[in-house]
């Protein structure tokens, strides 16, 4: 199948601080990737839907101010999260569709808010 | 919300089928279902997928009845490494890229 990376695997910041988060296609090339949000013992959450060159779509709820969302190539869509709080704290995970539109998922990056 | 529902957990003897029920019944004619688990601390791994047709491949099998309104996948033999949350996806077919919702899934405990 195809893969999907994801950078950093983990990290911690201090709150307050900003913190991007890459998601990359290795094999393909992707228009649109997804970015989702799981804390612990819950299901996925879809935070937005990212769109080389054109502005993100975030799900209800999201605040687009707080998590930026930037798709700066075919393979290449970052998440950032600004002005980060321990209720940030959580498991985010991308995804991108391949031609077939079959999503892969990346390994996902456990951010921890101190 | 998710167009599927799933029991909560299961547990499945090593060795042995597991069978993973999954309801769509307010599925449309275009709709497909798909298959994905993720293990503890992981992304979500593509397992299957079908629209009508029971589906096999070198991981699973899918099972689809005929008013495709639930499926089973079958691990045929599970093993230890088995043992995760299955999540039964439905999302439109065509051309196009379309957002998966998540349900709660179905933890499956694969016990030696």
């Known amino acids: 199948g195809a893969v999907v990376s994801q950078h950093p695997s983990w990290v911690i910041c201090k709150s307050g601080t900003s913190v991007k988060i890459e998601c990359r296609s290795l094999d393909f090339q992707a228009t649109t990737m997804f970015w989702y949000r799981q804390f612990p013992k819950q299901s996925l959450m879809l935070m937005a839907t990212s769109n080389e060159g054109s502005k993100a779509t975030y799900e209800q709820g999201v605040e687009k101010d707080k998590f930026l969302i930037n798709h700066a190539s075919l393979t290449l869509s970052t998440l950032t999260v600004t002005s980060a709080h321990p209720e940030d704290s959580s498991f985010y995970i991308c995804s991108a569709p391949t031609g077939g539109d079959t999503q892969y998922f990346g390994p996902g990056t456990r951010l921890t808010v101190l | 919300d998710a167009k599927t529902t799933q029991p909560t957990s299961m547990d499945c003897a090593e060795g042995r089928a597991a069978n993973l029920p999954c309801n769509h019944s307010t599925i449309s004619g275009n709709e497909y279902v798909y298959w994905y688990r993720q293990i503890h601390s992981q992304g979500p791994q593509y397992i299957i997928h079908g629209l009508k047709n029971n589906e096999t491949n070198e991981m699973a099998s899918l099972i689809i009845t005929e008013d495709r309104k639930s499926s089973t996948l079958i691990l045929p033999h599970a093993t230890l490494r088995d043992t995760a949350v299955y999540y039964c996806?439905?999302?439109?077919?065509?051309?196009?890229?379309?957002?998966?919702?998540f349900g709660t899934g179905t933890r499956l405990k694969v016990l030696a």
């Open positions: 996806i439905v999302r439109p077919g065509g051309s196009g890229t379309y957002k998966y919702i």
